[in-house]
């Protein structure tokens, strides 16, 4: 018996529906043997695998996630609105994308910079007020008031199409604004779709862990009967009870641990208040399996990342074109209507002024511009190779994370199943010794936890691949313009 005295570690376990923990039962077998046999520990899961699959809406409809991973609306839910899921009742994680499309604050941080470049498109584009006023001159002249100007009029005129240049640098940068905001929330759906597996993936190991503590407490109770009957003895008995105490903290760990995946969920969300509920899906593979070319080819391009640097490039020679326009000068006039005391005489001026670009040709801006449209445009191949380097590490957890799950349902879930009915047959037929029937029930368990781990991983992995490796739905935002550009002046150009 010392050889299952060793202190057992509880990893993420496997899920059982409330409709099949009944099947979860090792059905005692009849007739019995002559000399009677202590029950066997009942609670032995098989394969874990739900029938349930993860609901996900249609496209078109409330939380349907396009092309690029967008969360779609309702057409007749106005702006705002999204629908709750009941209290209390299981969630989807439609319902959690719902949710976080209408309170994940960074979410409101994105669109924000939008409506910012658009406030610098349209105050960029637009021309100088005029200057009105009136002068008087040569006050004291023959004893008079001299001369006086009622009305004057000034006008700074922009040449050189500079006003529409500034508009369309700064259009562009609401484009960029718009590219984020949709990165954002392809990070959102995606984090909460990561999250979402994570707190499943620990409901399923709550209700593990419960059936390893119900095992666990059979087997103190056979192992009592065993030793009434003289076939076990007190170390065998301490041993199961110390491995029912294993359990029982096994159990409240699971459930601490489903508690914080909740919480990383809800904050996603943004409904951090949000009462704990049960969620409903399946963490079992749904399809054919993802390729590295397919993966690949889309990711160049779908991925926000590169269209943002690629957009970038198109800003960038906008600026360039803007700032060498910069030196072409601005014409000023003037005019003006008035009356001469001194000569009894109605007046009237005009002014035609510019100013010469004889030493300031805005030669110095010109420069940081094209340094700035070079930076950009190495942006793009930087873009490129480093989501290549991160869908290589993502694909290859994925790929691992697959052939484990394959793996398990295929060789060694149902070869541990198998041994362990065999060896309970055996016990019951008096041909097996009961530790090693708990031996080969613990495999099970751990084969089963195991398992669900890597169910975990695979999923997550996939989220990643498939969601163009944005997950991180609490990441704020960044603004479009990187430091570094040229900044915006009170009057934007």
């Known amino acids: 018996m010392r050889a299952f005295s060793g202190a057992r570690t509880f990893v993420l376990g496997v899920s059982l529906s409330a409709t099949g923990l009944a099947g979860c039962q090792t059905p005692d077998p009849s007739p019995r043997p002559a000399h009677p ?24 409809s409330p939380g349907a996630v396009g092309p690029t991973g967008v969360v779609t609306q309702a057409g007749g839910t106005a702006p705002g609105e999204f629908p709750v899921a009941v209290p209390g009742a299981p969630l989807t994680v439609a319902d959690l994308e719902r949710l976080a499309l209408a309170h994940n604050p960074t979410l409101v941080q994105a669109a924000a910079f939008v409506d910012a470049a658009r406030g610098k498109a349209t105050q960029a584009g ?40 500034s508009r369309l640098k700064y259009q562009k940068e609401a484009e960029l604004a718009e590219i984020q905001a949709s990165a954002q929330r392809l990070r959102v759906v995606n984090g909460i779709t990561s999250a979402y597996f994570g707190v499943l993936a620990a409901q399923r190991t709550v209700e593990n862990e419960r059936r390893l503590l119900e095992n666990a407490e059979a087997a103190v109770k056979t192992t009592e009967q065993l030793v009434n009957v003289g076939q076990g003895n007190q170390q065998d008995l301490l041993q199961a009870q110390v491995d029912a105490s294993q359990a029982r903290v096994a159990l409240r760990t699971a459930e601490a641990r489903l508690r914080q995946d909740w919480t990383h969920l809800v904050t996603i969300v943004g409904v951090p208040d949000l009462p704990q509920q049960p969620l409903v899906g399946s963490l ?32 960038d020679e906008i600026i360039v074109e803007r700032e060498r326009r910069e030196p072409i000068p601005n014409v000023t006039v003037r005019g003006g209507v008035g009356y001469n ?12 002024t510019l100013p010469l670009p004889l030493f300031d040709r805005n030669q110095g801006t010109v420069r940081q511009a094209l340094a700035d449209l070079g930076r950009s445009r190495a942006e793009v191949t930087r873009v490129q190779l480093d989501l290549r380097r991160r869908l290589a590490d993502a694909f290859t957890r994925y790929q691992t994370a697959r052939d484990q799950v394959e793996n398990f349902r295929t060789e060694a879930l149902p070869k541990a199943r198998k041994a362990s009915e065999l060896y309970e047959e055996q ?20 084969l089963n936890e195991d398992y669900n781990r890597s169910l975990l991983e695979f999923r997550r992995a996939e989220v990643e691949v498939r969601g163009l490796l944005l997950v991180d739905g609490l990441t704020a935002p960044r603004e479009p313009v990187p430091p570094g550009h040229i900044n915006a002046t009170p009057k934007p150009r």
């Not at 009136?134 to 922009?158: D, K």
Request: hydrophobic share 40%.
């Open 341 to 352: 005391f001194e000569t009894r005489n109605n007046t009237a001026d005009a002014a035609f």
């Open 427 to 446: 016990f019951k037929n008096r041909r097996a010794a009961f530790p090693q029937v708990l031996v080969a029930q613990r495999t099970v368990f751990q």
């Open 126 to 165: 637009l021309p100088f007020n005029p200057t009105v006023g009136q002068t008087f001159e040569q006050i004291g002249a023959g004893n008079t008031f001299g001369e006086a100007r009622w009305f004057t009029l000034q006008q700074q005129i922009v040449t050189g199409g500079k006003l529409r240049l």
């Open 37 to 60: 046999v202590p029950d066997l520990p009942r609670g032995i899961p098989p394969t874990l695998k739900q029938d349930t699959a993860v609901p996900v809406a249609p496209v078109g």
């Open 284 to 315: 079992e593979p749904d399809g054919p399996p993802l390729t590295w070319d397919e993966a690949l080819a889309r990711l160049y391009q779908e991925s926000p990342e590169l269209l943002f640097a690629v957009a970038k490039v198109s800003q």
